[in-house]
């Protein structure tokens, strides 16, 4: 079984910046891919940022150019430098990792962006 373990989140001003940090609690397995979800009330969960093993990422639209994702595969960890926070990026923050055949989630990190 493996853990993903989440810290950063907090509350900040609108065009603050925040960092997210997640780990695995297993270093020797092997991801594809590991990312951030965010869920707002009353809203689905969306893909925020995603890096893969092959090194390319993809973002949100609503968040390139403000958002920085990057990691170590071999580590398994995942982070999300958040600048230039906006009120929209209220939400709880998921930290997430992939393989073929499995899919693990964090328990989430509240982000609350105050205007």
């Known amino acids: 079984q493996v853990q993903l373990v989440e810290s950063g989140g907090g509350l900040v001003q609108a065009g603050g910046s925040l960092r997210l940090s997640c780990e695995a609690s297993?270093?020797?397995?092997?991801?594809?891919?590991m990312g951030w979800h965010r869920q707002a009330p009353g809203k689905q969960r969306e893909l925020v940022a995603v890096r893969y093993s092959a090194g390319n990422t993809d973002y949100a639209r609503s968040v390139k150019g403000r958002f920085t994702i990057s990691g170590d595969f071999a580590e398994n960890t995942v982070y999300l430098q958040m600048n230039s926070l906006k009120p929209e990026d209220t939400a709880v923050y998921y930290c997430?990792?992939?393989?073929?055949?499995?899919?693990?989630w964090g328990q989430g990190t509240q982000v609350t962006v105050s205007s």
């Open positions: 297993r270093r020797t397995i092997t991801f594809n891919a």
């Open positions: 997430s990792a992939h393989k073929i055949g499995n899919d693990y």
